[in-house]
């Protein structure tokens, strides 16, 4: 069965204080990984896809990146507003349309 | 605003009752996904629709969960009898099928059975 771990559960961050949250998967062939942002009481908010490892994906101050066990977000010099929920999924080849996510990281960044 | 919009946004109800609540996706997208997020977890895909077709449901949608796109456009998810464990907030997300690899979240309803 498809599983995604994330880790930490929960990261206490100062501004500027570079980080990465983890996420590992197991799934019988990878369609693709996702990363999501989630805020209190909202829907996830779709980041990156990623598709095979060596892959890498850029946005902001985030940066993910994907080897063949697992995937890393990698945060650069956080800002307040980064504070949130980040969720991994996978999807798996074969016909599923299904994300499967993991349980997700919160990220607290102080100002 | 033309994001995914879900209503209500809350729903308190006594165990017993049915329920159901409606997602209007993106104008354009012709894939529709219903999952289930209770407090701590990530989502839980639930089924999903292209056009007015349901194509896939998971073992958790129970024969208490209907779920129904009748034109295409909107969709709607019934819980009848509802019971304590269903508590849970209610995510619509929608895509297009040639861009399969981006859904695109609603808000969510939330819901509290007592």
């Known amino acids: 069965e498809d599983q995604v771990t994330q880790s930490p559960e929960a990261l206490r961050l100062q501004e500027g204080e570079s980080s990465s949250l983890n996420c590992s998967y197991t799934?019988?062939?990878?369609?693709?990984l996702f990363w999501y942002r989630q805020d209190p009481g909202k829907g996830p908010e779709f980041l990156f896809t990623?598709?095979?490892a060596g892959e890498e994906k850029e946005k902001e101050r985030l940066k993910a990146t994907l080897t063949k066990k697992e995937s890393f977000l990698h945060i650069t010099a956080p800002k307040p507003e980064d504070s949130a929920t980040y969720l991994c999924?996978?999807?798996?080849?074969?016909?599923?349309?299904?994300?499967?996510f993991g349980k997700g990281t919160k990220l607290t960044v102080n100002p | 605003d033309t994001g995914v919009s879900q209503n209500p946004r809350h729903k308190i109800t006594k165990r017993g009752q049915n329920v159901t609540f409606r997602c209007d996706p993106i104008s354009e997208h012709n894939r529709l996904y219903w999952y289930r997020q209770t407090l701590g977890q990530g989502p839980e895909f639930l089924t999903y629709f292209q056009n007015e077709a349901q194509l896939e449901k998971s073992r958790l949608l129970s024969d208490r969960f209907s779920a129904e796109r009748p034109k295409g456009s909107f969709s709607t998810l019934e819980i009848q009898r509802t019971e304590q464990g269903d508590s849970a907030m209610y995510l619509c997300a929608s895509s297009l099928a040639i861009r399969w690899n981006e859904q695109f979240f609603g808000p969510g309803t939330r819901l509290t059975v007592l």
């Open positions: 999924a996978v999807q798996a080849e074969g016909g599923s349309e299904k994300l499967v």
């Open positions: 990623l598709y095979s």
């Open positions: 799934v019988s062939g990878l369609r693709g």
